[in-house]
């Protein structure tokens, strides 16, 4: 197994792998071929997909043919600055990866049952690991570099970080209510974090479970889709964006489970049509697919990362049209993606199963998806 990132070798890190301001840094490492090429701004390089097509012939044969696509990939040297807006930032997740961020970003470390905990990244891939790069070309030994270092990338300490929710609570408050993290850690990031409050965001309470409406004080007028609604939050983006001089900015959807949205003919089959079922306030669009709109619009990265249908057909075309980045089906992390893989093995192992059930390491409100919709995106397969 590839060493740890931390303990890699040449590579000293100061604050979990991070040196504090040092975008500008030399790459960790090269790529010296023909189809690799570096400029002052961009790493350019070329790629052959080698794929077969298989025809099949009118006496049962089957005819093979190797196919080659290529791809053009072009990478940006400068790391950008990077706002991180958070749809559902006052939740367990949010308010729990921003405690995370500020405990990384200050290099913290408080007590536990168990001892001194230091903050660290170990629990992401990406920070965490490392990515064997070659062996040593006089020893022969494995050369491994953190994944981090493989392509310019943001460290999350960098991010700049900010979102809606449709509850006011402050993000130290909110992340009291999760009830995530220890006592001990929660005083040292309180001071930030209650300096912190979500913007007002957009509630249609017939796409989440009822008992959310206690919480929900933070909300713009109105329970359909609306031009209102979608204007707003591409403002709040553009607003973000210029406040802080970011160069881009992600808009990440952590809110909860919605229930799945009807895919119907002429409401949000196309582009045209869901910008139109915007404006006419139809009630079939749910808040997480207008905010993929309004990201699509401003050409912002969505991500979901809940498993509702956001990305109805509409959603898809008008994200091709205007060539935005689009992705993300739940985050299935942890326990969630272990439940996936167990799943799938123990049906191909011919064992048909009834039930499954967890819970969410963050937080655990099984209330969530105490709607009959909502329960069953979490329980498809
Ligand atoms: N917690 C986990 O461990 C985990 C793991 C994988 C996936 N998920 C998924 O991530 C999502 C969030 O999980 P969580 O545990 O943080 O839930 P949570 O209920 O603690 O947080 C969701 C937040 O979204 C807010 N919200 C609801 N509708 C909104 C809207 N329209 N606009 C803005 N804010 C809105 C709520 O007020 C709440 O603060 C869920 O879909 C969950 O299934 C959670």
């Not at 689009?326 to 123990?346: E, H, N, P, R, W």
């Given at each position: 197994?590839?060493?740890?990132?931390?303990?890699?070798?040449?590579?000293?890190p100061?604050?979990?792998?991070?040196?504090?301001?040092?975008?500008?840094?030399?790459?960790?490492?090269?790529?010296?071929?023909?189809?690799?090429?570096?400029?002052?701004?961009?790493?350019?390089?070329?790629?052959?997909?080698?794929?077969?097509?298989?025809?099949?012939?009118?006496?049962?044969?089957?005819?093979?043919?190797?196919?080659?696509?290529?791809?053009?990939?072009k990478?940006?040297?400068?790391?950008?600055?990077?706002?991180?807006?958070?749809?559902?930032?006052?939740?367990?997740?949010?308010?729990?990866?921003?405690?995370?961020?500020?405990?990384?970003?200050?290099?913290?470390?408080?007590?536990?049952?168990?001892?001194?905990?230091?903050?660290?990244?170990?629990?992401s891939?990406?920070?965490?690991?490392?990515?064997?790069?070659?062996?040593?070309?006089?020893?022969?030994?494995?050369?491994?570099?953190?994944?981090?270092k493989?392509?310019?990338?943001?460290?999350?300490?960098?991010?700049?970080?900010?979102?809606?929710?449709?509850?006011?609570?402050?993000?130290?408050?909110?992340?009291?209510?999760?009830?995530?993290?220890?006592?001990?850690?929660?005083?040292?990031?309180?001071?930030?974090?209650?300096?912190?409050?979500?913007?007002?965001?957009i509630?249609?309470?017939?796409?989440?479970?009822s008992?959310?409406?206690?919480?929900?004080?933070?909300?713009?007028?109105?329970?359909?889709?609306?031009?209102?609604?979608?204007?707003?939050?591409?403002?709040?983006?553009?607003?973000?964006?210029?406040?802080?001089?970011?160069?881009k900015?992600?808009?990440?959807?952590?809110?909860?489970?919605?229930?799945?949205?009807?895919?119907?003919?002429?409401?949000?089959?196309?582009?045209e049509?869901?910008?139109?079922?915007?404006?006419?306030?139809?009630?079939?669009?749910?808040?997480?697919?207008?905010?993929?709109?309004?990201?699509?619009?401003?050409?912002?990265?969505?991500?979901?990362?809940?498993?509702?249908?956001?990305?109805?057909?509409?959603?898809?075309?008008?994200a091709?049209?205007?060539?935005?980045y689009?992705?993300?089906?739940?985050?299935?992390?942890?326990?969630?993606?272990?439940?996936?893989?167990?799943?799938?093995?123990?049906i191909?192992?011919?064992?048909?199963?009834?039930?499954?059930?967890s819970?969410?390491?963050?937080?655990?409100?099984?209330?969530?998806?105490?709607?009959?919709?909502?329960?069953?995106?979490?329980?498809r397969?």
């Open positions: 197994m590839a060493p740890h990132a931390e303990t890699n070798g040449g590579y000293s100061l604050i979990n792998g991070h040196h504090p301001g040092d975008s500008s840094r030399e790459d960790q490492f090269i790529v010296n071929a023909p189809n690799v090429v570096y400029t002052d701004s961009t790493i350019k390089s070329s790629y052959i997909y080698h794929t077969t097509k298989v025809t099949r012939g009118s006496a049962g044969t089957l005819e093979a043919v190797p196919v080659e696509t290529e791809f053009d990939f990478v940006e040297r400068k790391i950008p600055k990077v706002g991180l807006m958070l749809v559902g930032w006052g939740g367990n997740n949010g308010s729990t990866v921003t405690a995370g961020i500020l405990a990384n970003r200050k290099g913290l470390s408080w007590a536990t049952r168990e001892g001194v905990q230091s903050a660290n990244y170990y629990g891939v990406i920070m965490g690991s490392t990515v064997k790069l070659g062996s040593d070309a006089v020893t022969g030994d494995d050369v491994n570099v953190p994944f981090h493989l392509l310019p990338m943001i460290h999350p300490n960098d991010f700049v970080l900010g979102g809606w929710d449709i509850s006011g609570l402050n993000l130290a408050d909110a992340m009291d209510r999760a009830k995530v993290l220890e006592p001990t850690l929660k005083i040292l990031v309180r001071k930030e974090m209650e300096q912190m409050k979500p913007l007002p965001s509630y249609y309470p017939d796409f989440i479970a008992n959310q409406g206690d919480r929900a004080d933070n909300v713009l007028e109105g329970t359909t889709a609306c031009r209102e609604h979608l204007e707003k939050i591409r403002n709040d983006i553009r607003d973000f964006k210029q406040r802080n001089e970011l160069d900015v992600i808009v990440l959807w952590t809110a909860n489970t919605e229930r799945y949205a009807d895919i119907i003919t002429g409401v949000n089959d196309t582009a049509n869901i910008l139109a079922s915007i404006q006419n306030g139809h009630p079939e669009i749910s808040p997480s697919s207008v905010f993929a709109v309004a990201c699509i619009l401003e050409n912002v990265p969505f991500i979901n990362g809940s498993p509702q249908n956001t990305f109805v057909p509409g959603v898809i075309s008008l091709e049209q205007h060539k935005s689009i992705g993300g089906d739940d985050f299935k992390s942890g326990q969630t993606k272990m439940k996936s893989a167990l799943v799938d093995f123990l191909s192992a011919g064992i048909k199963l009834t039930s499954i059930a819970y969410n390491h963050l937080g655990n409100k099984a209330q969530a998806v105490s709607i009959q919709g909502n329960l069953k995106i979490k329980c397969r």
